[in-house]
């Protein structure tokens, strides 16, 4: 049995000149048993060309609980507690964070022109409701509440929800946040921008803030993929899951989609990725446009 060299008060181990020890490579079998968790608990592949990905990314981590190396750090993750305390660090960790304002833009002109029309025209009741699902940092789920903010703006009496869910905490909590570098949102049409984002008050700090109005509108919270039930409320208009499935099996793509659907009012709207292709997965929807589909009913 392994020594346990975790310096959660004296800090991370040091060099006697005073130096941070240097962390040694990630034995195989280490990552092997991370690789499996990861899996596992949210889907994620993790194949062994991800290995100095994940072993880059832990660093910081270990650094952070003060463990000397990898082994320690698994020995305390599959050790009494620790899986139940760690678990979403970790997953926070390996977790991809890619996304922008206004991506794949054909897809917000297609909801605004054509799909929001159709479901007002079908006799929508109520507000409408989108799920924002892989959320990452708050881009798409702004973009979409910008886009549904102008389309209100033009329909008496619509009214709209938005849920927005990631699987990492630390993204959804600067999502919340709603505060973005400056360049972040030279996407976003300049109407859009005097609308709905407000500026540092110290133009040196190059940030931005998404108006409270339209942050008001998005209600952000943590989801796993892998989680039998998927807390949504009632069923969903409109489901933006883009660039997701390029990180899960194929078997359980389809799974995941099913499960989306599932979740769809009859003749809602799903968005996916522009890579994505549900090639022969038989499901229930139509293509309307660019990576857009369209549920049964």
Known sequence: MRQNTRASINGPAREPGGGMTPLVPMPEAVFRRFSEMIQQEC???MPAAKKTMLEARLRKRLRALGFEDFEHYCDYVFGPGGFEHELVHLLDVVTTNKTDFFREGVQFEFLQRTALPTLLEGGLRGPLRAWSAGCSTGEEAYTLAMVLEEFRAQRHGFEY????????????????RGVFRAERIEPVPGPLRSRYIMRSRDRSEGLVRIHPDLRSRVSFRRLNFRDYEYDVGPPLHVIFCRNVLIYFEKEFQRELLMRLIARMVPGGYLFLGHTESIHGMGLPVIPVGFSTYRTAG
């Open 161 to 176: 929800q938005i849920l927005a869910t990631d699987l990492s905490t630390r993204v959804l909590q600067a999502a919340a």
């Open 43 to 45: 889907g994620i592949k």
